[in-house]
């Protein structure tokens, strides 16, 4: 077999620069994807980037970025820089400059052959006055010049782009604004300077359509580059978040050294207002940090030894010092700006539709251009009514709203979502979500803090309290249990000194055996003792007891015989019930799937609102329970934190993972709550709602444009009504199109999340 088949592709970013409308996204997309290394390529007009998929990097890129120059295109691998938005920035703000002066000087040579040549239709008597001032055939030159300045100076770039792409034979929007404006001044100059060419009584000049085109398009152009360098704006302002300078602290001495500087292991001091420079853990101080650009929390949060801190988050009081634990992409702010970055660059289905019918619109347009030339001239002999008409079509056509539509609203969705502490890792997920009906939700870590403590113990007789926590504690300060830490901690706590564990195994869902100073303990669930003969009957009223008050019973057994109960409470994040009771008022069914003892989830899950509790189940047995409720509910999600979700987030239609728990947990998911708060489960699903409505009323918009006034601007409504569109109102509409498009997205920025809870 080749290896080359089974092998992992390399993912390859490429920044594309000169595509205006979906049809140069299809032939991008097409040139890359007919070379031999590439598996499957993704180009995104929103963002300016294709995304690749290759067997063999090194020969890729450079036959890549010669592909797509080969289309007409610029290209440049996109190096990622997780710590800057310098290079976003600076792209946009190169477009704008670039397309502000290209319309100012348009606008100013535009403006007194507008006001001349419509001012003579407009005013009455204008026209006479002025002819008793110039001749007819010297305004014609003059219109001319103008004309010809406009362009040739600013509009040059349609015809740069627009003239090689249709000699290529894959025409694109600049293609039909070249044509149109080109049909427009070559008319106007045979009427000018070869009269006799033309038909008598047709020798009217259109040099003031051509200009106004252009002007207008240029405007629309800077418009719509504006809007889209909005529409990124939530993501750059993550990009900055980065401290550009850290204090290390070398030998009890503090220097200041730039961030890139800094690496793993480190001991870095933060003062109050100071930014974090990386990720790491608090050896010493505390603080409370603002992490609300990170998380969505506004309020701060006490840090103290022992818990992390976020690069990009602020110290709002208190000094600490941490240790470098995650520096440059490794960082939590990295990671998002990458997620963020490629569900970004994801299509959604609907997308792929969309593509392949913009692919051949502007063909089409041209086909029916031409053929709406030649029917007027056959019905009307009118060169002039002919070519408005068709000159009218060529410029009405918008696949620039098409192929804006979808890629915008996902670029401001993921970005507003970003600044709410929401991660969409693919773009297909921010509209699948939307159609969740049912949530399924862990519970330890997740609806809770993930902190259990230690709240009651019950011994069984003949076994002393002390020894019993301590053996216990030393058994399982090799688990990563969460239960298992709060014995640990409460050992600690009380001063009690573990022993090293002589053996140590753990099962999944039922608990741990371990060899201690010569004897063999058993910590864990009820059906752990009973696996190994050991019955649990001794403490039932006890295990009872917790239960109903939600402690989780843990039974401990030494040498073979039951010696104590622990009772281990984890308080309830304090959004949990309100996420739920925003989820129901959705219409929204809510489950919650647990490892836990029927009792202690029952309880649990009564405080929260509740009433579909699963208990007891093993990890390998909520995928199917994922897939039960699916059956059922149709579209499910799953919420989780620890490894033993991995099956299910898998499983779920949507994987949902707090940012707070396992790295195997997120990369399961689909989406990723950075700061591990249950509220953004309904505020993912309310953004993903709105978002998926701001797509459709897009493509509404750009297609019934489309099917609206194509036919109108070829005449459609003239023959009865006696209406029809001149080639500049149609310039000046199909500029306002792609503006409405974006305009449209960047209304997510502000879209009220809470204000969703009840549809």
């Given amino acids: 077999m080749n290896s080359a088949v089974t092998s992992a592709a390399t993912r390859i970013d490429i920044d594309v620069k000169g595509m205006t409308c979906a049809s140069c996204v299809g032939r991008v997309e097409r040139a890359i994807t007919k070379l031999p290394d590439v598996r499957s390529a993704s180009v995104n007009l929103a963002t300016g980037r294709a995304t690749v998929m290759v067997d063999n990097r090194e020969t890729a890129v450079p036959a890549i970025t010669a592909a797509i120059e080969a289309a007409g295109y610029e290209a440049v691998p996109h190096e990622q820089r997780a710590a800057s938005g310098a290079a976003h920035d600076h792209r946009h703000e190169d477009e704008d400059s670039g397309l502000l002066r290209d319309l100012s000087i348009a606008a100013a040579l535009t403006l007194p052959l507008f006001m001349l040549e419509m001012g003579s239709h407009l005013v009455p008597g204008m026209h006479h006055w002025l002819l008793g001032l110039v001749p007819q055939a010297t305004l014609n030159i003059a219109y001319f010049a103008l004309a010809t300045a406009v362009l040739f100076g600013p509009g040059f770039r349609f015809l740069a782009k627009g003239i090689p792409a249709l000699l290529r034979g894959a025409p694109e929007m600049n293609a039909l604004v070249a044509i149109g404006t080109l049909a427009a001044w070559s008319y106007s100059s045979i009427a000018t300077f070869l009269p006799t060419l033309l038909p008598a009584g047709q020798g009217g000049v259109y040099f003031e359509a051509a200009a106004v085109i252009v002007t207008l398009i240029l405007l629309g152009r800077l418009l719509e580059a504006r809007a889209r360098g909005r529409a990124g704006e939530a993501i750059r302002a993550i990009a900055q978040l980065q401290a550009p300078r850290a204090r290390r602290v070398e030998a009890g001495v503090v220097l200041d050294i730039p961030a890139e500087a800094i690496a793993v292991g480190d001991i870095l001091e933060v003062r109050p207002g100071d ?97 709406t030339l030649g029917v007027w001239l056959v019905l009307t002999g009118d060169v002039s009514l002919a070519m408005t008409h068709a000159v009218a079509v060529l410029i009405i056509a918008c696949p620039c709203a098409m192929g804006l539509a979808t890629p915008t609203s996902i670029l401001v969705g993921s970005g507003r979502a970003a600044a709410l502490g929401v991660l969409f890792r693919r773009g297909d997920a921010l509209q699948g979500l939307g159609g969740v009906r049912h949530v399924a939700f862990d519970k330890t870590g997740t609806m809770t803090v993930g902190r259990p403590e230690l709240t009651g113990i019950a011994m069984a007789e003949g076994f002393d309290e002390a020894d019993a926590l301590r053996l216990a504690a030393s058994a399982e300060q090799n688990s990563e249990h969460p239960l298992g830490d709060a014995l640990v901690r409460a050992a600690k706590v009380r001063g009690l000194s573990l022993a090293p564990a002589d053996s140590f195994a753990a099962t999944a869902g039922h608990g741990i055996s371990a060899r201690i100073d010569g004897h063999e303990i058993l910590v864990g669930a009820a059906r752990h003792l009973a696996a190994e003969g050991i019955t649990t009957t001794a403490l039932a009223d006890a295990a009872a007891k917790f239960s109903g008050i939600g402690a989780s019973p843990v039974y401990l057994a030494i040498d073979g015989r039951l010696a104590a109960l622990f009772a281990i409470s984890d308080t309830l994040k304090p959004s949990a019930a309100a996420a739920v009771r925003q989820l129901r008022g959705r219409g929204i069914g809510v489950t919650m799937i647990t490892g836990d003892n029927a009792r202690t989830a029952a309880a649990i899950a009564e405080t929260l ?93 750009a297609f019934g444009y489309n099917v609206l006034l194509i036919p109108v601007a070829a005449g459609l409504l003239y023959p009865a009504f006696g209406l029809s569109l001149s080639p500049m109102l149609a310039a000046g509409a199909m500029a306002l199109s792609s503006v409405f498009v974006v305009g449209n997205a960047l209304r997510l920025r502000g879209v009220n999340i809470g204000g969703e809870a009840g549809r």
């Fill in 609 to 701: 609102g509740i009433a579909d509790v699963r208990a007891e189940v093993l990890p390998g047995d909520k995928a199917d329970i994922v897939n039960a409720l699916r059956s059922a509910n149709g579209r499910v999600a799953f919420v989780g934190d620890g490894i033993n979700d991995a099956p299910a987030l898998a499983a779920a239609d949507i994987g949902i993972a707090m940012g707070t728990g396992t790295e195997i947990a997120m990369e399961s998911a689909d989406v990723v709550l950075v700061g591990g708060d249950p509220m953004g489960v309904p505020k993912a699903i309310a953004l993903s709602r709105a978002t998926t409505r701001n797509i459709a009323e897009n493509l509404i918009w």
């Fill in 275 to 371: 930014r974090v420079p990386v990720d790491g853990t608090i050896i010493s101080g505390a603080s409370h940090i603002d992490e609300s650009m990170l998380t969505g929390e506004p309020v701060p949060v006490s840090r103290s030894p022992g818990d992390t801190a976020i690069g990009g988050s602020i110290a709002t009081n208190g000094s600490f010092r941490f240790r470098a634990e995650r520096i440059g992409a490794d960082t939590t702010l990295a990671q998002i700006i990458r997620l963020v970055e490629d569900a970004q660059a994801d299509k959604l289905p609907i997308q792929l539709l969309v593509d392949k019918i913009t692919y051949w619109f502007v063909p089409a347009v041209l086909g029916l251009s031409i053929l």
